[in-house]
């Protein structure tokens, strides 16, 4: 077969996948007749509205000489982990805005960063493929900086993120710029389950998020470039429960709904959607026709999202520095932090809140975290 011949067959065959992931899409469209935002104005919700103090930045925390890419809190809601492209953890106390830990990293090009369960140990990834993980209770070395407890090898590409399984110390989930998610020993050091599943019920591009359920600690979601997300569950690495479309550009984050039955996505394609595990269908998309000022076409990616306790609220974090809160019944954006006082001067590229609801912490590639206190509002909302 010549070399023409070879490219025209080629053509062909990608003539007939873009139709038929068009096809697919028309589908999708007819199945989703009715939507969460539809139901609820058709039974008269109203949209939660904001007081210029329900939501107040009250802390800077400085310190990072390089960008913010990651960040955590610990249950007891009193200290934050971050990562930074300076090549250091810090631990924050969050009540004080003082720094607890600086940690040095073998390598500067940190990814990801999670607390333990117990807020006793922090996990990191990057471009080193491995998963470092500090106890902080060790005493430091000659150098003043803390030890590597447990090194996590066996990923051939990059760790994006990590996440202790709820409850669990010695069990770690990660995802990889290999296309797979590991669920680690951490006290061995070793390799329990690659998630990869066989060809088309596995990722066929990076892994770039990872989430595990709190309602149920066997299963977990993942969000990749290949624009799905897929759920897990931990004791079967061979194939993935389910596999969610709708986005059009890489998934960069997943976060599970409180009730565990739902979670959440933020993708390059500047939106964030609200899909169901038990029917497999998507909920909702929190878009760019939903948002407060709808005027520019070239739409902010979405790179990090978390949920209010109730699930009532949707944080989003964006590249052009955005920090929208959603109304997830609505599909309203209520509130930009970007517009507040004292708001990140460049792109949000990280969130969370704090385990009692009372505080949204949010990073950003302008070297510095915020974080942000619930007035009013919380009793109803959070």
Not at 266 to 292: A, E, M
Not at 334 to 350: E, P, Y
């Amino acid at each position: 077969m010549s070399a023409m011949e070879l490219k025209d067959r080629h053509a062909a065959a990608t003539t007939a996948v873009n139709n038929l992931r068009e096809r697919l899409k028309q589908r999708r469209v007819l199945l989703l007749d009715a939507d969460v935002s539809g139901y609820a104005k058709n039974h008269g919700t109203t949209a939660v509205s904001f007081n210029p103090t329900d939501l107040v930045c009250c802390r800077t925390l400085q310190g990072h000489t390089g960008k913010v890419y990651a960040l955590d809190w610990t249950p007891e809601k009193n200290r934050i982990v971050s990562a930074s492209q300076d090549g250091r953890l810090v631990v924050w106390n969050a009540l004080t805005s003082q720094k607890i830990h600086a940690i040095k990293l073998p390598c500067a090009w940190v990814m990801t960063c999670a607390f333990s369960p117990n807020g006793q140990s922090v996990a990191c990834g990057g471009l080193d493929s491995a998963c470092s993980i500090f106890n902080l209770n060790s005493q430091p070395g000659g150098n003043g900086n803390l030890p590597i407890s447990t090194v996590l090898r066996g990923h051939k590409g990059y760790v994006s993120s990590c996440q202790y399984l709820p409850n669990e110390e010695n069990r770690l989930i990660t995802g990889s710029g290999d296309q797979t998610c590991v669920l680690w020993d951490i006290n061995a050091g070793q390799r329990l389950s690659i998630f990869r599943g066989e060809f088309s019920s596995g990722h066929t591009a990076d892994v770039l998020s990872v989430s595990a359920n709190t309602s149920n600690s066997k299963t977990f979601v993942s969000g990749s470039c290949d624009a799905t997300a897929r759920l897990w569950d931990t004791r079967i690495a061979s194939r993935a429960v389910q596999t969610f479309h709708g986005h059009e550009g890489d998934v960069n984050a997943v976060k599970f709904f409180p009730d565990g039955q739902r979670f959440g996505t933020g993708s390059d394609d500047g939106t964030c959607r609200l899909f169901d595990i038990r029917t497999g269908h998507q909920l909702q998309v929190y878009g760019q026709s939903n948002r407060l000022n709808n005027t520019n076409d070239n739409h902010p990616i979405v790179t990090s999202i978390a949920f209010s306790i109730s699930g009532r609220l949707l944080f989003a974090g964006y590249s052009n520095g955005d920090c929208y809160v959603w109304d997830t019944l609505l599909a309203k954006v209520v509130l930009n932090l970007g517009d507040l006082q004292n708001s990140h001067d460049a792109r949000i590229s990280c969130l969370g809140l704090s385990a009692d609801g009372s505080a949204l912490c949010t990073g950003s590639w302008d070297k510095n975290l915020k974080i942000w206190a619930f007035g009013g509002i919380r009793k109803q909302t959070s």
